[in-house]
Structure formats: C-alpha cells, structure tokens
C-alpha cells in the first residue's frame, strides 16, 4: 500500500487543481479532459515539470461516455481502475471542476438547463455511482 491517496481528476483543463492536490501528497492516477489543447497542455507541463504520468491514463473525451450505463470501453476501463486501487486497499479520490459558464451572467444563468451546466449533474452521478 502507497502512503498516498490515488485521486482520478474530470474536467481536468490544464491541471492546475491536479498540480495543488499533486502538490500536498495526492497521486493523479488518471486524467479525463475533453477539449484535446487543454489535455495537450496538461500532457506538456506534466512533462517539462518532470512529473510522472497518470498510472491509467488521459481520456480525451466527454465525461458523459464514462458513465457505467454508457457501455463504453471508456466507461469500462475507468472501473477496471477504480476497483484495480479499491482492491489495493488504497484510498480513492475524485477531483473535478465541471464547467461552470451557464452559471454565470456570461453564461445567461442557464445553470443545470445549459448545455454545459447539465454536466455538473453528470459528475456526481458518475462518482456517487456505487460501483465507483
């Protein structure tokens, strides 16, 4: 067992809320980010930071495919993961930020009815399934 707890990052955009955790002693063990410049920079710093890669990857997709009742490899191989540190007897975590302009007056206060603000819905289906 590691001392430090494995942490599995949505919304990740160019990861600095993943380097503060990182920061404190938590380990990235996987990364979801769906808009592919944002994950091609957190790629890079990681790189130039000399910090090593998430133990299972980078998804460059909408987080709406991980979904257990998406049936996707995707979806799929994110609970492998999971349960993979569970089994581990390691501590899990899940960190995210989803997106938050339907919030806001940019946004038009939209809120959950936005396109993007019905993913924060998503989010926490995704990590209060049971299965996770």
Known sequence: MTSKAKV???FAGVGLLDLG???EGFEVCYVNEFHKPFLKAYV???QKMDIKEPEFGYYNGSIEDLLPRSSTEAAKNLLKSV?????DKEIVGFLGGPPC???S???KNKGSEGEN???TA???ELIGNGSM
Do not use: C, M, N
């Open 101 to 103: 302009p339907d919030f």
């Open 8 to 10: 599995f990052s949505f």
């Open 83 to 87: 349960q993979k540190v569970r089994s």
């Open 117 to 119: 603000g019905k993913l």
């Open 122 to 124: 998503t989010y926490i």
């Open 21 to 23: 955790f990182e920061h």
């Open 44 to 46: 890079h710093a990681r």
């Open 105 to 107: 007056v940019g946004g």
